[in-house]
């Protein structure tokens, strides 16, 4: 069958006319994209960052992370049980540490109630957790290299194999710089990592850089907050003896929660708090020492003042080594039974009138 020349131009033209019309349909319905313009992240890490969610509450920056770390949480089991226990120590009038008393040479009050003593011990041998708080705001600028290695060779005498130690920074943010560990290799690298920062911002005159006059509350030491995450969000549920040291000047400044947050996060995990006073004179005045003073005779610590001197700070942690491996732990089912979240007062004392570094009190259980 034969076509003339005509026909087949038309035929033709039909065709690349259908596949036109064909291909113009195509491109009008509408597809699903293989890919999608996601939004950039809310706080993306490109440096330090201060807490400017309003309605958000401090969270620690774990800068222990490894991207291919997949590792899942560990479920803790909470029990809620009737026996008080208190780790404190006992000293003479001049300081010195007295061992060997006996369950007799105590007398112990609840809310000025006498309570029976039902278990008594003298602890060394509990598993202890410690955490050091680093203050890298710019007032430790010329204190931190002696603060990380009096604080790294601290921790590698003071842990056995059953004790563990993290340690975090704080300065316009809270950082997790090492997490849980007894290995001295990591200690080493988490103290080495700590680094001063103060957010790009030193304060400064108004109308330099801040505009006629400064606006808000500035961000530059977050140390309420550091000692509530620390406490609440990493001792709470563990066990054994729990310790805090804290190395910093004692001024806070951005904190979103205040001292009683701090000191009530603390006392609920049933951590004893030790801030070592440091700083360089010249550049912060330490007028956060009777702040200090409460947040940590509350818990049974206490304040040691060592300036910028490295030979006190070193003197300063060994006292503290001495302390948590002298203890003296009492027992006691209380006799106010009720679950109601109350703090009651907590008083030690020894027959002979000896000076005893306790806690005040504690949170009751919730029911």
Do not use: W
């Not at 003896?241 to 009530?264: C, F, H, N, V, W």
């Amino acid at each position: 069958m034969k076509f003339s020349q005509s026909a087949v131009y038309t035929l033709t033209h039909r065709v690349r006319l259908l596949l036109l019309l064909s291909l113009l349909m195509t491109l009008a319905i509408p597809g699903v994209p293989q890919t999608q313009n996601l939004p950039p992240p809310k706080n993306p890490d490109t440096g330090p960052q201060t807490n400017s969610d309003e309605g958000a509450g401090p969270a620690i920056r774990d800068r222990t992370k490894r991207a291919d770390d997949d590792s899942n949480p560990v479920e803790t089991l909470k029990v809620n049980v009737d026996v008080v226990n208190l780790l404190f120590n006992v000293k003479d009038k001049t300081g010195h540490l007295i061992p060997n008393l006996d369950k007799n040479e105590f007398d112990v009050s609840e809310d000025g109630k006498p309570q029976n003593i039902k278990y008594f011990k003298a602890e060394s041998n509990l598993p202890l957790t410690i955490g050091i708080l680093l203050d890298t705001s710019f007032s430790q600028d010329r204190v931190l290299p002696i603060e990380k290695e009096v604080g790294a060779q601290f921790l590698q005498q003071m842990l056995r194999k059953e004790d563990e130690a993290f340690l975090i920074s704080f300065d316009v943010n809270v950082d997790l710089l090492q997490d849980y560990t007894n290995s001295p290799r990591d200690i080493r690298r988490g103290m080495d990592s700590a680094k001063i920062n103060g957010g790009g911002v030193v304060g400064g005159i108004p109308g330099i850089g801040q505009g006629p006059v400064p606006i808000g509350t500035p961000k530059g030491t977050l140390l309420y907050d550091a000692v509530y995450l620390a406490t609440h969000d990493k001792l709470r549920n563990e066990v054994g003896r729990k310790a805090i040291i804290l190395l910093t000047d004692g001024e806070d400044q951005g904190s979103q929660l205040k001292l009683q947050d701090a000191l009530e996060a603390a006392q609920k995990a049933d951590t004893i708090l030790y801030t070592l006073l440091i700083s360089d004179r010249g550049v912060a005045m330490g007028t956060g020492e009777g702040l200090m003073k409460k947040l940590c005779e509350e818990t049974g610590g206490r304040v040691i003042n060592v300036g910028n001197n490295q030979q006190k700070l070193q003197k300063a942690f060994d006292q503290i080594s001495e302390e948590l491996r002298s203890q003296y732990s009492i027992g006691y089912t209380p006799t106010n039974p009720k679950h109601d979240g109350t703090y009651r007062k907590v008083d030690v004392r020894t027959k002979e009138g000896y000076k005893v570094q306790a806690r005040k009190g504690y949170y009751a259980a919730a029911s």
